[in-house]
């Protein structure tokens, strides 16, 4: 048998497995020791299920060599965000508060995982309650983005374990949830891909909420074949999760393309290009170019309102409903929250019941107003983050890194974020291609498109 690689894709471990060229148990051996060796430098990891994880294996591989296996994912090991609850386990949700505090269900995402036979390594490390872009948390410690090993820098958040964990190899794939961008910005500054569905796609049941209006999980990969692989095992109707019975029915497969031709690509309006960093924008403009010679016509689109607009927006409800979740912590000042958290969260404290309600109807006819815009173009193009990771030192917590991510999340949009260069100094910076609601299969195809004419997604962070 094959040795594994720590980086190899999903899709190829796969096909290993049924091959026969590789062990479920070797594969899971190999990510143990991976995390043993190099997580108390990396801190992306809040507990891992060892014991579990090599009982599973072993059961898969003889199920697979029974012939028994349940399917292509079967033993194939993943980290899960810890906001995902598992019945008697701890899940914090980065609360130090929490740490006694014991899950009483299991979200629906890790039982889809476990009746397909994927292998649970363990829990990632979040901003606490989700609630914050930069990736850090001051009470349990902030993972290290694996592309600067000399200077911290923002790994991302909220999903920020799990961007370090699959960044640095320590995981093949993770599951992130995002409220206004918290599987994109770990994307954007660890090299990954990430999906962000539209809501209803994937159930929410069993995950610790932040805002339930705006919350989505996802996938987080290096490729968008292996995100694929994981939002097609993850989606469909939920009975414990209302809003998946209100979505759209799952798409049909997609015909196959070769380019992009016919499809209309809007570019970013030139106001939204002046605050953006020089490198991350000569990257995007790169990756447009990339997409014309695809095939795709390139237009300009003129937007019903600014990102600038709907960040704020996407906050307030954010923020208001996050309240009325954690409101006895973030009032009591005993509790050790963390110092950046709190005063986000106590924002919601400040919006009137009135004003909240008019932000939802708001937000509707604001919908309504955006539709249009997909009966002209397949897609927005945008930059995932302004700027490279940023060194935590120069981190200003009153600020979110969410510009151009909030805005799918508002529209309830499909968006993905995928490598797309890097600076000189060497840091990833990345793609974002923004779809109409529930087009996740359409976002998926013009990136693998896009992966197939370029190399960025194949870079390894050195020095591990």
């Excluded at 320590?170 to 961008?181: K, N, R």
């Excluded at 500054?189 to 610790?208: F, Q």
């Excluded at 003129?302 to 954010?318: C, D, G, K, R, T």
Aim: charged share 20%; aromatic share 6%; with cysteine.
């Amino acid at each position: 048998m094959s040795l594994p690689s720590s980086f190899m894709t999903v899709e190829d471990m796969s096909a290993q497995l049924q091959a026969g060229s590789i062990s479920s148990l070797q594969l899971v051996d190999h990510f143990l020791r991976e995390i043993a060796d190099k997580d108390k430098r990396l801190h992306a990891f809040v507990e891992t299920y060892a014991d579990e994880a090599r009982l599973n294996a072993q059961s898969a591989d003889l199920a697979r060599r029974a012939g028994s296996a349940l399917g292509p994912l079967h033993g194939i090991p993943i980290a899960i965000k810890d906001l995902l609850e598992i019945e008697g386990r701890c899940t914090m949700g980065g609360c130090a508060a929490y740490k006694e505090r014991r899950s009483t269900v299991t979200a629906t995402i890790v039982q889809r995982l476990r009746q397909q036979g994927v292998i649970i390594l363990g829990k990632t490390h979040t901003v606490e309650f989700a609630t914050g872009g930069w990736g850090t948390n001051s009470r349990l410690g902030t993972p290290l983005n694996p592309w600067d090993l000399d200077t911290p820098r923002t790994p991302g958040g909220s999903s920020s374990g799990s961007g370090v964990a699959v960044a640095a190899g320590l995981a093949p794939w993770a599951i992130g949830t995002d409220t206004g961008g918290s599987v994109r910005l770990p994307a954007s500054w660890c090299n990954l891909t990430a999906l962000k569905v539209s809501t209803g796609r994937i159930s929410n049941y069993g995950i610790m909420p932040l805002s339930p209006t705006l919350d989505t999980p996802g996938p987080m990969t290096r490729t968008v074949g292996d995100a694929r692989l994981l939002y097609r095992a993850l989606r469909g109707h939920d009975p414990l999760d209302h809003r998946t019975a209100m979505a759209p029915s799952a798409q049909a497969l997609l015909r196959p393309r070769k380019d992009l031709a016919g499809l209309r690509l809007a570019r970013l309006p030139a106001a939204e290009r002046e605050r953006v960093d020089g490198e991350v924008l000569a990257a995007y403009d790169a990756s447009v170019e990339v997409l014309r010679d695809a095939g795709a016509q390139i237009v300009d689109v003129q937007l019903p309102y600014q990102y600038a607009e709907v960040a704020e927006l996407n906050a307030l409800i954010m923020n208001s409903e996050g309240y009325s979740f954690y409101e006895q912590l973030v009032e009591d000042p005993a509790q050790p929250l963390d110092e950046d958290v709190r005063p986000r969260l106590l924002q919601g404290r400040q919006v009137r019941a009135a004003d909240y309600l008019r932000a939802i109807r708001r937000r509707e006819a604001m919908q309504r107003d955006m539709a249009p815009v997909f009966q002209g173009v397949d897609a927005l193009l945008t930059p995932t983050t302004a700027t490279a990771a940023l060194a935590l030192a120069d981190v200003d917590q009153t600020k979110a890194p969410a510009h151009f991510t909030r805005f799918a999340n508002f529209f309830n949009l499909a968006a993905l974020a995928l490598p797309n260069g890097a600076t000189n100094g060497g840091l990833p910076v990345s793609l974002q291609i923004i779809g109409a609601p529930y087009a996740e299969e359409e976002v998926l195809q013009i990136g693998e498109i896009y992966q197939a004419r370029t190399e960025w997604h194949r870079r390894l962070p050195a020095g591990l």
